[in-house]
């Protein structure tokens, strides 16, 4: 029979700080939580912000990543993403970018050029996703998913809906090619909807409110809480108490050490010296 997941703790975000000269971040996903939200390593969330006008795009320039993927999430705005493995595409609002660092890449984003010059809002939140050992070789790759090819689970009575990016609920399949069990599931909620989520037993699980409040296993959660849920269990119970927007993640746990240093995540530190070694060489490709 299944069983209701036991919230563990309730976290805020670590002070916000420029990735770049183009997000303003909000980090909640810390190394001391790794285990308790794996395979999930970071979460960088970029609160609504509007943006003046400007000829030269905002953004992050050319940098490195190996041993995990990294998965940009649009709400509002627009992203231009290119890497050095031919990868190259924008997304919109809506929109989901995924990229497999694998065994080495380099690759940078920016505000996409048009919406820059404009000005605007922008929203949006990058995850770092980890890879098992067996992975963490595989050549990159890149994946543009568009908000019209994000499946959409309807709650009971039109109290809102669930767009199913990653893994399976109800029978319905995210679109996004994961190399483990990975659930990134873009809730939203109108007031006193409800809805109960089913993960799998034995998977981590957190929940990010990104606008609203909500009832949660008999808690009351708030805008900017995330919410860390025991591993046992596979049912999350959720009431709206006025329009909410929220994110779950939820995956199979890596059972694996951990070594990471800046955009290297690795299993030792001998690995990660040959990493440093392998893009000082000119192994992760070229980009401009």
């Avoid at 770092?128 to 090819?149: C, F, G, M, T």
Wanted: charged share 20%.
């Amino acid at each position: 029979m299944a069983v209701y997941k036991n919230i563990d703790q309730v976290m805020k975000a670590s002070s916000t700080h420029m990735v770049g000269d183009g997000f303003k971040v909000r980090p909640y996903i810390q190394s001391h939580l790794w285990e308790e939200v794996s395979p999930f390593l970071m979460l960088d969330y970029v609160a609504p912000w509007s943006l003046s006008p400007t000829d030269v795009p905002r953004g992050v320039d050319v940098h490195p990543h190996k041993g995990f993927e990294t998965v940009s999430i649009l709400w509002e705005g627009a992203l231009a993403h290119e890497d050095s493995s031919g990868g190259k595409g924008v997304i919109h609002a809506g929109d989901v970018q995924w990229m497999t660092a694998g065994s080495g890449i380099l690759h940078k984003e920016f505000h996409e050029q048009e919406f820059s010059k404009q000005g605007g809002r922008l929203h949006c939140a990058q995850l770092w996703v980890n890879l098992p050992a067996r992975y963490k070789n595989e050549s990159p790759a890149y994946q543009d998913i568009h908000a019209k090819d994000i499946p959409v689970v309807k709650l009971d009575e039109g109290e809102g809906y669930v767009r199913v990016i990653a893994g399976n609920l109800n029978g319905v399949q995210g679109p996004a090619r994961t190399f483990t069990r990975v659930q990134i599931f873009d809730v939203h909620a109108s007031a006193g909807g409800k809805t109960t989520l089913s993960l799998v037993e034995g998977d981590t699980a957190s929940l990010l409110i990104l606008q609203g409040t909500a009832l949660v296993k008999d808690k009351i959660v708030r805008e900017g809480d995330m919410i860390i849920f025991e591993k046992s269990g596979s049912l999350i119970d959720i009431e709206a108490n006025n329009d909410l927007h929220a994110l779950l993640l939820s995956g199979e746990p890596i059972d694996e050490p951990i070594a990471a240093y800046g955009p290297f995540v690795m299993n030792t530190k001998e690995e990660i010296q040959l990493a440093i070694v392998d893009y000082h060489a000119g192994k992760f490709g070229v980009l401009n």
